[in-house]
């Protein structure tokens, strides 16, 4: 009986100390949450302003469009995205960037792309998030890889085993050994580049704004 009595006594602690570190966990994820969002953004903007000075073009601001694109995701499930036009310092429309996520080897990946303003080639990508393999999927991030896209069709990009990796064309060299990331690095750009194409022209083509400069 004085075991029960302990084992009972014991449980109410254990109970006790999980609330109690839950409320605590909650509270700090709300409290940092719109700090860890702002370095995202802060993160989103570094990234493409990179990508657009290696492409020799200069945003200087990003201008959200009013409303979110909404395409089907890769698992075909409905996602909203935020999509910038890149403004340059005279006013001119030089890009659009966006994120675009979908299912790695590991778990999701996570891009920052960026187009040209008339979306027809890719100024380039790079990795807001990814828990790929070190070693071997997570070379997505490295430039060896990233740079074969930049220049690249905006459409219809393709993934090879084999082949020249400093052509640039719309056939994609896999990753030795991280094919899975590779490819889904590619089925991530095709299917949102596409889409998000598609939804700019059918929303705001009476506004001209895809290879408008202003």
Request: negative net charge; charged residues 25%.
């Amino acid at each position: 009986m004085h075991k029960i009595k302990h084992f009972i006594q014991q449980s109410w602690l254990l109970i006790a100390a999980s609330f109690f570190f839950g409320l605590l966990i909650a509270v700090t994820s709300a409290a940092l949450s719109p700090r860890i969002e702002q370095n995202k953004i802060n993160k989103r903007n570094r990234l493409v302003g990179t990508l657009l000075m290696e492409a020799k073009l200069e945003a200087k601001n990003f201008k959200r469009l009013d409303s979110e694109i909404e395409i089907e995701s890769i698992q075909g499930q409905k996602e909203s995205f935020e999509v910038f036009r890149a403004i340059s310092e005279a006013g001119e429309c030089v890009g659009w960037s966006f994120n675009a996520i979908g299912p790695g080897f590991a778990d999701k990946i996570e891009l920052v792309v960026v187009v040209d303003k008339n979306f027809e080639k890719l100024i380039g990508f790079d990795v807001l998030a990814s828990a790929e393999t070190p070693g071997f999927g997570n070379q997505i991030k490295f430039d060896f890889f990233r740079n074969q896209f930049k220049g690249a069709p905006a459409e219809g990009l393709g993934l090879s085993t084999s082949g020249d990796e400093t052509k640039i064309d719309s056939e994609i060299i896999a990753i030795s050994g991280a094919t899975i990331s590779s490819e889904a690095v590619v089925e991530i750009i095709n299917n949102a580049v596409k889409q998000i194409k598609e939804q700019i022209q059918e929303q705001i083509q009476e506004k001209g704004l895809i290879g408008n400069d202003r």
